[in-house]
């Protein structure tokens, strides 16, 4: 059976938690009709890029050239800050750039990039942000959006997240939790959000569609799909 190996290149640190079990289910959707190994391991590219090189870019080329053939799919991520095309423009598409003409053999190269923050994404499925956090409280008392489609159009989607871990949390164990407590540990949640947030959900997103889109284009150029 042939591997999928897949590669990220994140934002931040906390972004690989909810990213990688996401990317990994996508890739399972998406390749559901034939026989490929998804290896579930993401690589973190992060955890090799040399913060010595100024050049966001030239840390994804090296980065990727250290790894090179560990993985099949590289995923860039930026988070959009309100204007994804602009930061896409910036932050991501010179890198998949450079990895394109660095490679003899190509590997599929995929942008991933919210309209404003990963967390938007994070708070897209009440149901599962409820499993997650052990909690029966509405979408309305969590402070979540009640449609999916509008989770991109929330101006501040982390503070978001950390209100509803927070509040979640104090009904639990019947206590306020503080700011800092809930800020310092909503990312623990971040990665069984990833595993359980309904893709369907998700595509009420145009991000997340642009991103299935790219990477279908991507594995069709690698042949895995035809």
């Known amino acids: ?37 998804i290896v579930p391991q993401v690589i973190d590219l992060s955890d090799i890029a040399r913060p010595d090189l100024l050049r966001r870019a030239d840390q ?13 799919i ?7 800050a309100g204007d994804p095309a602009r930061m ?10 450079q990895v394109a003409d660095a490679f003899t053999t190509r590997p599929g190269l995929v942008g991933l990039v919210p309209v404003r923050e990963m967390e938007a994404w994070a708070i897209v499925d009440g149901d599962a942000l409820r499993d997650v956090l052990g ?5 309305a008392e969590l402070g979540i959006p009640h449609k999916p489609a509008l989770a991109e159009s929330v101006t501040d989607p982390k503070r978001c ?16 939790t503080r700011k800092g407590d809930a800020g310092k ?17 998700l ?13 279908a284009s991507a594995l069709k150029e690698l042949r895995y799909l035809r």
């Open 1 to 37: 059976m042939r591997p999928l190996r897949l590669a990220l290149f994140p934002e931040g640190s906390t972004d690989v938690s909810f990213f990688s079990p996401l990317l990994v289910r996508v890739c399972e959707h998406l390749c559901r009709t034939v026989q490929i190994d």
């Open 60 to 72: 994804i080329q090296d980065a990727a050239s250290q790894a090179s053939g560990a993985f099949d």
């Open 74 to 80: 590289l995923f860039v991520h930026a988070d959009g």
């Open 88 to 97: 896409r423009a910036e932050q991501v598409d010179p890198g998949l750039r």
């Open 135 to 139: 909690t029966t409280l509405s979408d």
């Open 161 to 176: 997240l950390v209100q509803a871990v927070s509040v979640a949390i104090s009904g639990r164990r019947g206590r306020r």
């Open 185 to 201: 540990r909503y990312s623990r949640y971040l990665r069984g959000i990833g595993e359980r947030v309904g893709l369907d959900c």
């Open 203 to 215: 595509r009420d997103l145009a991000a997340f569609r642009s991103l299935e889109e790219e990477l």
